[in-house]
């Protein structure tokens, strides 16, 4: 297990020698022992990245580029079991979760590794005698920080386009699950990546996050997190005008209608919120249900949550694992407190499953009925395992309410009017909607959101515009 920083090819401690431990949040045992970035070591493993733009990699053909990102994906194959081991001890996601996240995170890296070479210019027919064409460029030394939801899988999604772009990053993972990154660092010096054009250096927000996006040598901040961070983000990093691209959080609507296959809709429905123990910035927290089929639904959807096998995430059989930390589960805790309060009706969930072990922080999944749109829980990211049913009498307020949001990630529309499913889709404020099913995320498809869930789009071939500068050339004929 790799717990020291990765700079400049080698791990390394930390400049000021702290070191914490990671726990894992299946039963608070400390895992690790790891290395505790600061900004003396940002600065260290930024310069190397400059140091390695500039150097062989910044030279290397794209195909060449494409064949080592194919490499480290069937390196991360070869490791799958290892790495989902890992990520399922530091994130508490049930170990056939963390299998399929292994397997996308290689997935990704073989489909930009495809892309690399083919992404290019364009030549256009100006006004003027000669040529005109674009380039594409790399934007330089990028800084990604990412969160501790679906940890290898999002820095693969910032890593697969920008060295398939030809640009070195500092990957900052989230401080609680830094070890499949660290991991990953020593996976991609083995299938050849040059020294200096990864580095991963874990570390808290404050005093190490903000050192990589304040760095003048960074080009590009991509981050993945809450909105409150990212709205920081994006203001420190226009000081420099660095390019930012931001995923953020959610509160995403899954708006059912009456004429809803109600079975289908119900199996996929409790998965998209409560996978990942509900810590998913996609999850479809708020069920918008026609009112004509609201008290069958909640029957439905209440009898199907109870059924979630809740308990440790190595055990076979266990489909919700603990919560990431004490915090977050005191935070979700405290939005089911806001909802009894507030009026709406607890119909299951919410409480501490029997026989898990004791310092985890576990939680039933939790359906609350009666609930209306001004409401906390209708309102707020709650990022746990927590749904929310409101009624609705028309498609005229179906719209109204999923848009009646400070974000716009994710959505769902179940119906089998096809009508209705080409104005709905078209007036729901959402980066991503998915009909008759509930998939957020396609590796091909952009994948982003509206308002204040982010900026950019990642995944596809449109993730590859967040980390290519376009050089506009004409050349005269005379
Ligand atoms: P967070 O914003 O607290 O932290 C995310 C990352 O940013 C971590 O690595 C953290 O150390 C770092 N960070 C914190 N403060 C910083 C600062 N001032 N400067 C630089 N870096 C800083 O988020 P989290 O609690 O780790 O993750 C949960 C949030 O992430 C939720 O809101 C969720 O919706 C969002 N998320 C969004 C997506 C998406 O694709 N839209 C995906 C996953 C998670």
């Known amino acids: 297990m790799q717990t020291r920083l990765f700079i400049d090819g080698r791990f390394v401690p930390a400049k000021s020698g702290r070191v914490y431990p990671v726990l894992n949040p299946a039963d608070g045992a400390v895992l690790a022992r790891v290395s505790e970035g600061g900004p003396e070591d940002i600065d260290a493993a930024v310069n190397a990245a400059a140091r390695a733009a500039s150097g062989p990699w910044g030279k290397m053909q794209a195909r060449e580029r494409g064949k080592i990102l194919l490499k480290i994906a069937g390196l991360i194959r070869d490791n799958l079991d290892a790495l989902a081991l890992l990520e399922c001890r530091t994130a508490g996601k049930?170990?056939?979760?963390?299998?399929?996240?292994?397997?996308?995170?290689?997935?990704?890296?073989?489909?930009?590794?495809?892309?690399?070479?083919?992404?290019?210019?364009?030549?256009?027919?100006?006004?003027?005698?000669?040529?005109?064409y674009t380039l594409r460029e790399p934007v330089g030394v990028c800084g990604l920080i990412v969160p501790w939801n679906f940890p290898l899988v999002i820095a693969a999604w910032k890593l697969?386009?920008?060295?398939?772009?030809?640009?070195?990053?500092?990957?900052?993972?989230?401080?609680?699950?830094?070890?499949?990154?660290?991991?990953?660092?020593?996976?991609?010096?083995?299938?050849?990546?040059?020294?200096?054009?990864?580095?991963?250096?874990?570390?808290?927000?404050?005093g190490c996050g903000d050192a990589l996006v304040t760095h003048p040598l960074v080009r590009k901040v991509s981050f993945t997190g809450s909105t409150a961070t990212g709205t920081g983000i994006m203001k420190a990093a226009a000081d420099g005008i660095k390019r930012v691209s931001l995923e953020?959080?959610?509160?995403?609507?899954?708006?059912?209608?009456?004429?809803?296959?109600?079975?289908?809709?119900?199996?996929?429905?409790?998965?998209?919120?409560?996978?990942?123990?509900?810590?998913?910035?996609?999850?479809?927290?708020?069920?918008?249900?026609?009112?004509?089929?609201?008290?069958k639904l909640v029957d439905k959807?209440?009898?199907?949550?109870?059924?979630?096998?809740?308990?440790?995430?190595e055990k076979k059989g266990?489909?919700?694992?603990?919560?990431?930390?004490?915090?977050?589960?005191?935070?979700?805790?405290?939005?089911?407190a806001s909802g009894k309060a507030q009026g709406a009706k607890l119909l299951c969930g919410g409480v501490r499953p029997k026989g898990v072990p004791a310092k985890g922080h576990y939680l039933t999944p939790a359906v609350f009925a009666g609930a209306d749109a001004e409401m906390r829980i209708a309102r707020e990211e709650i990022f746990g395992p927590v749904l929310a049913v409101i009624p609705f009498k028309d498609e005229a307020e179906a719209i109204a309410l999923a848009n009646d949001s400070a974000y716009g990630l994710s959505a769902s529309l179940w119906t089998r009017d096809v009508g209705r499913v080409l104005r709905v889709t078209r007036a729901v404020q959402s980066g991503v909607i998915s009909?008759?099913?509930?998939?957020?995320?396609?590796?091909?498809?952009?994948?982003?959101?509206?308002?204040?869930?982010?900026?950019?789009?990642?995944?596809?071939?449109?993730?590859?515009?967040?980390?290519?500068?376009?050089?506009?050339?004409?050349?005269?004929n005379v």
């Not at 199907?304 to 308990?311: A, I, L, S, W």
């Not at 266990?318 to 089911?336: C, D, E, L, N, V």
């Open 318 to 336: 266990t489909q919700i694992g603990p919560i990431i930390s004490a915090r977050q589960h005191a935070k979700i805790a405290m939005y089911i």
């Open 248 to 295: 953020l959080g959610g509160k995403s609507p899954n708006i059912v209608f009456d004429d809803a296959d109600l079975d289908l809709c119900v199996e996929k429905s409790v998965w998209s919120v409560f996978y990942n123990a509900g810590q998913d910035c996609c999850a479809r927290s708020r069920v918008l249900v026609h009112r004509r089929i609201h008290d």
């Open 301 to 313: 959807l209440v009898a199907r949550t109870r059924k979630f096998v809740v308990g440790h995430p």
């Open 94 to 132: 049930p170990l056939g979760d963390a299998k399929d996240e292994m397997g996308l995170a290689a997935d990704t890296f073989e489909y930009y590794g495809g892309a690399a070479n083919k992404h290019f210019g364009e030549t256009i027919p100006v006004a003027g005698a000669g040529l005109d």
């Open 160 to 206: 697969g386009p920008a060295l398939a772009c030809g640009n070195t990053a500092v990957l900052k993972p989230s401080p609680e699950t830094p070890l499949t990154a660290l991991a990953l660092a020593a996976l991609a010096a083995e299938a050849g990546l040059p020294e200096g054009v990864l580095n991963v250096v874990p570390g808290p927000g404050p």
């Open 435 to 476: 009909v008759n099913t509930s998939s957020s995320v396609h590796l091909e498809a952009p994948f982003g959101g509206y308002k204040g869930s982010g900026l950019g789009r990642e995944l596809g071939l449109k993730a590859l515009d967040l980390y290519s500068e376009v050089k506009n050339v004409f050349i005269s």
